[in-house]
């Protein structure tokens, strides 16, 4: 079975790396982008998630898009996907999270070394002198809400139009060429250059193994192999198999 292959390959792998996007927080009840439910059934990116966008009209963006968006995220807690993912960093198996997430549920649930490709929603930054408050503490009653210097806050991610901040560019491309094994979990692999990753680590020579509730493009040509069903069950499986392979056998309860 898939799952048990799974965990013989992250048994065997020196340095894994996971590449986790929207579908890994649908547990967690926040929307994926794209099918059935997703953000952008609703919202034009390109009249909601562009720079150009919030620029020209902060307000409605924050109003329409951004201040439903902070219901959802202030409240996520993490789910038993996220919670496997800090077990197997736990296990000293799991390098680096990539995420295309900007939820902070990763860290939330104990992950330390995580790459937010796209930035935070956990953090707000001004858009004249770039301070930074976290999401939780900013009032909503006046919206565009503002800096404590009258700027207006904008989310501390990559709204489209912008470039991904090249810190976290190397060292996601890093992350990714120095695997041998890349989790690429709940991504569509629709948007560049984060569906770039798993290429570079697949030229590299490292294993591929997705998880989704879906094929995506890249699994015909760059995955190993496709582990098709929910993050939240099919991780929290793999985890399972991994620990009962492990020398000291599963963990006793308690
Ligand atoms: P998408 O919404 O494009 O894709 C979500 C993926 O999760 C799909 O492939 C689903 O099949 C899969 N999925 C759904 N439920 C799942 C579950 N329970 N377990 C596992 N997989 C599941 O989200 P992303 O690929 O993350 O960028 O989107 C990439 C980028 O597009 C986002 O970071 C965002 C967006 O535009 C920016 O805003 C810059």
Known sequence: MLIEKAARDLAAARNVVALTGAGISIGSGIPPFRGKGGLWEKFDPMQYASIDAFMADPEKVWREFIGELKVVIDNAQPNAAHMALARLERLGMLHTVITQNVDGLHQAAGNTTVIEFHGTFTRQRCTDCAALSATRDVDLSRLPPRCWCGGVLRPDWVFFGEMIPSVELDRARQSAAGC?????????????PAAYLPVIAREASARVIEINAEATPLTASVSDYLIQGKAEAMLDQILGALEALRPDGPPHPG
């Open 180 to 192: 041998d094994l890349m989790l690429v979990i709940g991504t569509s692999a629709l948007v560049q």
